[in-house]
């Protein structure tokens, strides 16, 4: 058999014209379920122009594509077989690359990776020193591409994007203090020349000298324009291609216009009545400086609000030992893959999530889970990447890497939330769409009034007021109120394990009055244990063990396995039950070694004529002790009642006692009965109680809760609650660790306790608290300057507004906002640490 | 005279204004669709380019956004209709996947709202 040989190098277009333009690929693909997946992928393959050949083989999961590079590229390809539902596995990571200095390294660069086999694409980019590259793990590894950028002459590292974006926030920040400093600098002898009354060698300067040495000032200006104010002047006229306005727009007229005059009239003092020249080339500088340093003051509070994330991060670990082809080896954490083996020894950072497969040992969860207790882990539990090994060591295999750990999927959600818009945001939102070119108009009318009814020197005051107008208006406030606000407070809320889906959640949660808590696994551990067997009649207590404990081994029921372990403890083995049926709201029923069982509560008994006699009083006994009953009858007999009691977790009543202190009403809601309800209520402090609901109930009962007017928030474990949790005005799911349904809650609460919840309200009361002030202030400031700035208190009072103030104010204004949304973070937490 | 030379090109200046920034239309671009999925590459520098897309609703739809700068303004892009926000890291490809059912204007825009685009969606 003719062998064909597959080309696997040059799995990318940069192919020689050898082939006469054709080359022959081997693509891992992924999802293929059955052999009729092949048929479709290879007819999704085949439609495409500049593939001759196609063929997929549903055993080995390959694609072997024969195609014309110079008429399809790779990324073509791949595309198709994703839009047709599957996948191809390759791997995307992007590395630093040192010592590049010009385009032509960067071609060097781009045709070795993409030469080089196994790569699928590779992007270079100059600006960033970066290469980003996709590949196929079957054919190629970090090292391999290393070794390859290493051929082509240079340097490489691992690039995590975080680390870029710090890294050209650190450029932007050096760039504006150096914006900054030539600003200032300039803004010295300019000044000395703008007002030579309070400078002794100008003083009594002849107004010739003093002309030049403006137009001196005009031309030591520029540089500042050119220089320190380029980011304005560039964004606005990007801005204006888009048709748009912003604060860079306001900055460049600005300062412009008062340059142009000012020069102008330096040089062309014919055209101006009496001695009105004033050069305004201080305004130029000074103005452009404070508004630069502003926004270096800005950008550095700004770090600060995305520390908690970073603090997130930090979790991960950057290394594994995993076991390969026999061999231990340490690999950067990107390269891990799932079904790897990784070794794991005392004191080291579990790298990823999986199941642990051999060894023992405790790990501390406390970053993740708030457990500060080491958790146990034995061969076949999870192990959560991010966490501690505390002593032992052990063996897991990777079930969940990269981008799927839980690590990874918390951080990405928090990043999501941090970006996401509350409602509040709105009237700002619409206010900036039209705010800059509003201020414009109103320049331009300042002007108009003040040329035609102002006093002398008109033209100057009609200038200033422009200018002034210009420059005070800030429209970055507007858009920095909220979202400031709403990182430090999602970020915060992040760092005490509480899960904020977007600005919206925390709005509504702020205005919360009412918490349901579902009983079962939120206020009560969840483990229920099997605590009393009283008999009536001639039956015995193993007996009835034993047919209960037959008839739950069938039962999904929550309570099943306190019975189950019941039968256990007492050395019971239950037989299988027969004809086993299972009736909603009621119990279950069977037959178990030929005896007719029924289980449940007392409305079965009722339905199958079980005559209860003293056993009901027992059952409110045990009812009253916070214990659900559950009744059994033998052949339409009572024979007896069992108790099973799940403990309370340790800070239940803790929590709802300070959830009551923000005046929050707590509402209990179960499918248990009444009495028993009541009681544990009772015990932790709840008033109201919605007992004997049935699951599919629980919804309905928050809608009623809401028809009475109230803003509800509904807890519950996340995987029987979904319904209720979506019902609610803000759903919270509560678990631990990974086991928590992320997706359905609008806030999910990462350790387990009840504590939780009152942080998560407290925090989000106090952003938007901070939220409003930010906006307030926003308002406030430039509804109360904008119209000073223009001369409406000159009529009144004489009063107009320096310019240069001006800038001081509107340079600072963002200072104050970002400022302000910071003070969140030194908010303290009740109830939990730090 | 004077004042009214400067009146009347004050207020020529304000209609201007009014309209080249609040009414004049945008270039609109047409996503392109391949395999049944549109797509539409963005460039992100100093603002959307382009910053009007129409698309077709019940298609799903592809917006492969590439950020230019390093200016921290543009390092998110929020789609608030669809709850969809997006880091954009300098200099990065990031694809945002949108599936438009309804039609409709849909604003997107940076995280302050200083930069805009929409997404125009018709049947």
């Given at each position: 058999m003719i062998k064909q040989q597959v080309i696997?190098?040059?799995?990318?277009?940069?192919?020689?014209?050898?082939?006469k333009g054709e080359v022959r690929i081997e693509l891992p693909i992924a999802g293929m379920t059955c052999a009729s997946c092949t048929a479709t992928i290879e007819k999704a393959l085949a439609s495409i122009n500049g593939i001759s050949q196609a063929n997929l083989n549903f055993a080995s999961k390959k694609a072997f594509v024969s195609y014309a590079p110079t008429r399809v590229r790779v990324g073509r390809i791949l595309r198709v077989i994703k839009d047709s539902g599957y996948d191809v596995s390759s791997e995307k990571v992007t590395l630093k690359i040192r010592e590049m200095t010009c385009a032509s390294c960067v071609r060097k660069v781009e045709d070795a990776l993409k030469g080089s086999p196994g790569v699928i694409g590779a992007e270079v980019n100059l600006g960033s020193e970066s290469a980003a590259i996709e590949y196929l793990s079957s054919m190629t590894d970090l090292k391999s591409l290393k070794k390859t950028i290493e051929s082509a002459g240079y340097k490489t590292g691992i690039e995590e994007s975080q680390s870029r974006e710090e890294d050209s926030k650190v450029r932007e920040y050096r760039s504006l203090l150096r914006r900054f400093m030539v600003a200032a600098i300039i803004s010295l002898p300019v000044i000395a020349v703008s007002y030579p009354k309070f400078f002794p060698g100008l003083k009594d300067m002849e107004m010739d000298t003093l002309r030049l040495l403006w137009i001196g000032a005009s031309i030591i200006t520029v540089p500042v324009l050119i220089y320190s104010g380029s980011s304005f002047f560039k964004g606005a006229v990007a801005a204006f291609r888009h048709r748009a306005a912003d604060m860079n727009t306001l900055i460049a007229l600005g300062t412009g216009m008062a340059w142009l005059f000012s020069t102008v009239a330096v040089l062309f003092p014919e055209l101006f009545p009496e001695n009105t020249i004033e050069p305004y080339f201080d305004v130029v500088s000074v103005v452009i400086a404070l508004v630069v340093l502003g926004q270096a003051l800005e950008l550095r509070a700004k770090g600060r609000t995305s520390e908690a994330i970073k603090k997130l991060m930090g979790l991960q670990a950057r290394t594994a030992r995993v076991i390969r082809k026999g061999n231990e080896i340490d690999i950067a954490i990107e390269e891990v893959l799932v079904g790897d083996k990784v070794i794991v020894r005392p004191g080291d950072k579990i790298p990823v999530d999986g199941v642990l497969v051999e060894g023992r040992s405790n790990v501390d969860e406390s970053m993740l889970t708030g457990e500060s207790l080491p958790a146990e882990k034995q061969e076949g539990d999870e192990v959560i990447g991010g966490t501690i090994n505390n002593t032992g060591a052990f063996k897991f295999k990777a079930t969940k890497v990269g981008k799927d750990t839980a690590l990874a999927m918390i951080i990405k959600m928090v990043q999501e939330a941090q970006g996401s818009k509350a409602p509040i945001q709105k009237l700002a939102d619409t206010v900036s769409g039209y705010f800059v070119p509003a201020v414009m108009v109103i320049a331009v009318t300042s002007f108009i009034l003040w040329y035609d009814l102002g006093p002398e020197p008109r033209i100057i005051l009609a200038l200033l007021g422009a200018v002034t107008t210009l420059i005070v208006a800030s429209p970055c406030v507007l858009g920095l109120a909220t979202p400031t606000s709403l990182m430090i407070g999602i970020g915060k809320a992040a760092e005490n394990g509480i899960l904020i889906r977007n600005g919206e959640a925390i709005q509504v949660a702020s205005a919360l009055d009412t918490v349901v808590l579902?009983?079962?696994?939120?206020?009560?551990?969840?483990?229920p244990a099997l605590t009393d067997v009283i008999i009536i009649g001639e039956g015995n207590e193993k007996d009835v063990v034993r047919f209960a404990a037959a008839l739950e081994k069938n039962s999904g029921h929550p309570l099943a396995e306190a019975i189950l372990q019941g039968a256990r403890t007492r050395d019971i083995v239950p037989s299988d039950p027969e004809d086993f049926k299972a009736i909603p709201g009621h119990g279950v029923e069977g037959i178990v070694d030929g005896y007719r069982i029924t289980l449940g509560n007392r409305k079965l008994m009722d339905r199958v004529g079980a005559d209860l006699g003293d056993l009901e009083k027992d059952s409110h006994t045990l009812a009253d002790e916070g214990k659900t009953p559950i009744f059994i009858s033998i052949d339409g007999k009572a024979a007896g009642v069992i108790a099973v009691s799940d403990p309370l977790k340790e800070d239940s009543i803790e929590a709802i006692k300070g959830l009551k202190g923000l005046g929050v009403d707590v509402v209990m809601i179960t499918g248990d009965n009444r009495r028993t309800a009541k009681a544990i209520a009772k015990r932790v402090g709840i008033d109201r109680v919605l007992a004997e609901v049935l699951p599919e109930d629980k919804a309905r009962e928050v809608q009623k809760l809401q028809l009475e007017g109230r803003k509800v928030a509904f807890v519950g474990d996340g995987i029987n609650d979904a319904p209720a949790l979506a019902r609610a005005d803000v759903g919270m799911a509560i678990g631990t660790?990974?086991?928590?349904?992320?997706?359905?809650?609008?806030?999910?609460?990462?350790?387990?306790?009840?504590?939780g919840i009152q942080a998560a309200i407290s925090i989000s009361k106090a952003t938007m608290k901070n939220v409003r002030e930010n906006l307030f202030g926003a308002f406030f400031y430039n509804t109360a300057l904008i119209p000073v700035a223009a001369g409406i208190l000159y009529p009144l009072w004489g009063i107009t507004m320096n310019p240069i103030l001006a800038g001081a104010a509107m340079a600072m204004s963002s200072v104050t906002v970002v400022s302000n949304a910071n003070r969140l973070r030194f908010l303290k937490v009740t109830g939990r640490d730090g | 005279m004077d004042k009214t030379i400067v009146t009347a090109a004050g207020v020529l200046t304000i209609g201007w204004v009014i309209w080249f920034f609040l009414f004049s239309k945008k270039k609109e671009y047409r996503a392109a669709v391949s395999s049944g999925v549109q797509e539409v590459i963005i460039k992100v520098k100093g603002g959307y380019t382009p910053d009007l897309i129409v698309a077709k609703a019940g298609k799903p739809l592809r917006l492969l956004f590439t950020r230019e700068e390093e200016a921290s303004c543009t390092e998110m892009v929020v789609f608030e209709a669809f709850n969809k926000s997006a880091k954009l890291p300098p200099y990065e490809e990031v694809t945002v996947e949108l599936l438009p059912e309804k039609p409709g204007e849909y604003d997107f825009s940076c995280q302050m709202g200083m930069i805009r685009g929409k997404l125009i969606v018709e049947e």
């Amino acid at each position: 058999m003719i062998k064909q040989q597959v080309i696997i190098p040059s799995a990318t277009t940069g192919v020689s014209g050898e082939n006469k333009g054709e080359v022959r690929i081997e693509l891992p693909i992924a999802g293929m379920t059955c052999a009729s997946c092949t048929a479709t992928i290879e007819k999704a393959l085949a439609s495409i122009n500049g593939i001759s050949q196609a063929n997929l083989n549903f055993a080995s999961k390959k694609a072997f594509v024969s195609y014309a590079p110079t008429r399809v590229r790779v990324g073509r390809i791949l595309r198709v077989i994703k839009d047709s539902g599957y996948d191809v596995s390759s791997e995307k990571v992007t590395l630093k690359i040192r010592e590049m200095t010009c385009a032509s390294c960067v071609r060097k660069v781009e045709d070795a990776l993409k030469g080089s086999p196994g790569v699928i694409g590779a992007e270079v980019n100059l600006g960033s020193e970066s290469a980003a590259i996709e590949y196929l793990s079957s054919m190629t590894d970090l090292k391999s591409l290393k070794k390859t950028i290493e051929s082509a002459g240079y340097k490489t590292g691992i690039e995590e994007s975080q680390s870029r974006e710090e890294d050209s926030k650190v450029r932007e920040y050096r760039s504006l203090l150096r914006r900054f400093m030539v600003a200032a600098i300039i803004s010295l002898p300019v000044i000395a020349v703008s007002y030579p009354k309070f400078f002794p060698g100008l003083k009594d300067m002849e107004m010739d000298t003093l002309r030049l040495l403006w137009i001196g000032a005009s031309i030591i200006t520029v540089p500042v324009l050119i220089y320190s104010g380029s980011s304005f002047f560039k964004g606005a006229v990007a801005a204006f291609r888009h048709r748009a306005a912003d604060m860079n727009t306001l900055i460049a007229l600005g300062t412009g216009m008062a340059w142009l005059f000012s020069t102008v009239a330096v040089l062309f003092p014919e055209l101006f009545p009496e001695n009105t020249i004033e050069p305004y080339f201080d305004v130029v500088s000074v103005v452009i400086a404070l508004v630069v340093l502003g926004q270096a003051l800005e950008l550095r509070a700004k770090g600060r609000t995305s520390e908690a994330i970073k603090k997130l991060m930090g979790l991960q670990a950057r290394t594994a030992r995993v076991i390969r082809k026999g061999n231990e080896i340490d690999i950067a954490i990107e390269e891990v893959l799932v079904g790897d083996k990784v070794i794991v020894r005392p004191g080291d950072k579990i790298p990823v999530d999986g199941v642990l497969v051999e060894g023992r040992s405790n790990v501390d969860e406390s970053m993740l889970t708030g457990e500060s207790l080491p958790a146990e882990k034995q061969e076949g539990d999870e192990v959560i990447g991010g966490t501690i090994n505390n002593t032992g060591a052990f063996k897991f295999k990777a079930t969940k890497v990269g981008k799927d750990t839980a690590l990874a999927m918390i951080i990405k959600m928090v990043q999501e939330a941090q970006g996401s818009k509350a409602p509040i945001q709105k009237l700002a939102d619409t206010v900036s769409g039209y705010f800059v070119p509003a201020v414009m108009v109103i320049a331009v009318t300042s002007f108009i009034l003040w040329y035609d009814l102002g006093p002398e020197p008109r033209i100057i005051l009609a200038l200033l007021g422009a200018v002034t107008t210009l420059i005070v208006a800030s429209p970055c406030v507007l858009g920095l109120a909220t979202p400031t606000s709403l990182m430090i407070g999602i970020g915060k809320a992040a760092e005490n394990g509480i899960l904020i889906r977007n600005g919206e959640a925390i709005q509504v949660a702020s205005a919360l009055d009412t918490v349901v808590l579902d009983k079962t696994g939120t206020i009560t551990i969840g483990k229920p244990a099997l605590t009393d067997v009283i008999i009536i009649g001639e039956g015995n207590e193993k007996d009835v063990v034993r047919f209960a404990a037959a008839l739950e081994k069938n039962s999904g029921h929550p309570l099943a396995e306190a019975i189950l372990q019941g039968a256990r403890t007492r050395d019971i083995v239950p037989s299988d039950p027969e004809d086993f049926k299972a009736i909603p709201g009621h119990g279950v029923e069977g037959i178990v070694d030929g005896y007719r069982i029924t289980l449940g509560n007392r409305k079965l008994m009722d339905r199958v004529g079980a005559d209860l006699g003293d056993l009901e009083k027992d059952s409110h006994t045990l009812a009253d002790e916070g214990k659900t009953p559950i009744f059994i009858s033998i052949d339409g007999k009572a024979a007896g009642v069992i108790a099973v009691s799940d403990p309370l977790k340790e800070d239940s009543i803790e929590a709802i006692k300070g959830l009551k202190g923000l005046g929050v009403d707590v509402v209990m809601i179960t499918g248990d009965n009444r009495r028993t309800a009541k009681a544990i209520a009772k015990r932790v402090g709840i008033d109201r109680v919605l007992a004997e609901v049935l699951p599919e109930d629980k919804a309905r009962e928050v809608q009623k809760l809401q028809l009475e007017g109230r803003k509800v928030a509904f807890v519950g474990d996340g995987i029987n609650d979904a319904p209720a949790l979506a019902r609610a005005d803000v759903g919270m799911a509560i678990g631990t660790g990974t086991d928590v349904a992320i997706e359905a809650s609008d806030i999910t609460l990462i350790k387990g306790s009840l504590l939780g919840i009152q942080a998560a309200i407290s925090i989000s009361k106090a952003t938007m608290k901070n939220v409003r002030e930010n906006l307030f202030g926003a308002f406030f400031y430039n509804t109360a300057l904008i119209p000073v700035a223009a001369g409406i208190l000159y009529p009144l009072w004489g009063i107009t507004m320096n310019p240069i103030l001006a800038g001081a104010a509107m340079a600072m204004s963002s200072v104050t906002v970002v400022s302000n949304a910071n003070r969140l973070r030194f908010l303290k937490v009740t109830g939990r640490d730090g | 005279m004077d004042k009214t030379i400067v009146t009347a090109a004050g207020v020529l200046t304000i209609g201007w204004v009014i309209w080249f920034f609040l009414f004049s239309k945008k270039k609109e671009y047409r996503a392109a669709v391949s395999s049944g999925v549109q797509e539409v590459i963005i460039k992100v520098k100093g603002g959307y380019t382009p910053d009007l897309i129409v698309a077709k609703a019940g298609k799903p739809l592809r917006l492969l956004f590439t950020r230019e700068e390093e200016a921290s303004c543009t390092e998110m892009v929020v789609f608030e209709a669809f709850n969809k926000s997006a880091k954009l890291p300098p200099y990065e490809e990031v694809t945002v996947e949108l599936l438009p059912e309804k039609p409709g204007e849909y604003d997107f825009s940076c995280q302050m709202g200083m930069i805009r685009g929409k997404l125009i969606v018709e049947e």
